[in-house]
């Protein structure tokens, strides 16, 4: 199976994204939708910087914020 590179090439109907520091942040977006809205050429990358607004961000892998560090 070949990765999808773009939001064009994306096998899936339905495009979920899940916050792993946030445990209610999470949603679904409509594929035909985002390529309305971003373009058949945007990159999974820059869709997932148009969605998600994190208060904390942080570099994958990294430990996110607790009860004790904002």
Same mark, same amino acid.
């Given at each position: 199976?070949?990765? @999808?590179?773009? *939001? =064009?090439?994306?096998? +899936?109907?339905?495009?979920? *994204?899940? %916050? /792993?520091? %946030? /445990?209610?942040?999470? #949603? $679904? +977006?409509?594929?035909? !939708?985002?390529? &309305?809205? *971003? #373009? /058949? ?8 910087? @148009?969605?998600? $607004? %994190?208060?904390?961000?942080? @570099?994958? #892998? !990294?430990? =996110?914020?607790?009860? +004790? &560090?904002?």
């Amino acid at each position: 199976m070949q990765v @999808a590179r773009t *939001l =064009g090439e994306f096998p +899936y109907r339905k495009v979920v *994204l899940t %916050c /792993p520091w %946030c /445990p209610r942040r999470h #949603g $679904s +977006y409509d594929t035909e !939708r985002l390529i &309305t809205r *971003l #373009g /058949p050429r945007a990159t999974l990358e820059e869709v997932l910087l @148009a969605l998600v $607004s %994190c208060r904390w961000p942080k @570099a994958w #892998g !990294r430990r =996110g914020p607790n009860q +004790y &560090t904002p």
